[in-house]
């Protein structure tokens, strides 16, 4: 027979699973009222397998769940059972969210845990978060009583600056409003 590969270990050695986990945004910033996505990368590092990994994501108020892949647990919107998870394997969930319109502009934080059993029976949970950033276009100003001076009518513009490229932390500047000429 043909062995292209084995693990050894010592008499009374127990094999453990071990879990990274690594949860992103599809969009950063986001503006209220618009749809982006979050991704959560759960793998299994270590030599031994687990099984029932749960993964339970804490929505931020303002989020409202639109759809998932795989599907949440039924009669939730943020559980999801991905089952037995064998060593050196991962598993994504995709959980697409939209920003409700009335949301603050700010940071939002996103918590995810996962939890699972190893093989003495005892369960785990590690856990991770994803900030993201929330901004707010719009506009509108002005009216006969005030505005830019130019018939009142105004445009807010949202500019972004990149504070550290090397993670490509952002955040908004100051809107900038110009008057509008007919």
């Known amino acids: 027979f ?20 690594i949860k992103t945004d599809s969009n ?14 759960v793998t299994n590092t270590g030599a031994g ?13 303002g ?19 991905l089952g037995n998870i064998t060593n050196g394997t991962s598993v994504l ?6 920003v409700d319109i009335t949301v603050t502009p700010g940071t939002i934080t996103n918590n995810v845990n996962v939890t699972y059993i190893n093989s ?3 369960r785990f949970v590690n856990t991770t978060s994803e900030d993201t950033l929330i901004t707010q276009l719009g506009g509108g100003g002005g009216g ?12 807010r513009v949202q500019t972004t ?4 490229e090397t993670n490509a932390t952002q955040r908004p500047k100051l809107p900038v409003f110009t008057p509008i000429t007919k």
């Open 161 to 164: 600056e990149i504070v550290n």
């Open 63 to 81: 989020l409202t769940f639109v759809s998932s892949q795989p599907n949440a647990r039924a009669g939730t919107e943020n559980t999801f059972d």
């Open 28 to 41: 950063d910033p986001v503006n209220t009222g618009a749809n982006f996505n979050y991704t959560i990368n």
């Open 49 to 61: 397998n687990a099984t029932n990994v749960t993964v339970t994501d804490v929505y931020p108020a």
């Open 120 to 122: 003495t029976s005892g």
């Open 2 to 21: 043909n062995v292209t590969g084995f693990t050894s270990h010592q008499a009374g050695e127990t094999v453990e699973p071990s879990f990274v986990i």
């Open 93 to 98: 969930v995709n959980i697409t969210m939209e």
């Open 144 to 155: 006969a009583g005030g505005g830019s001076g130019a018939g009142g009518r105004s445009r």
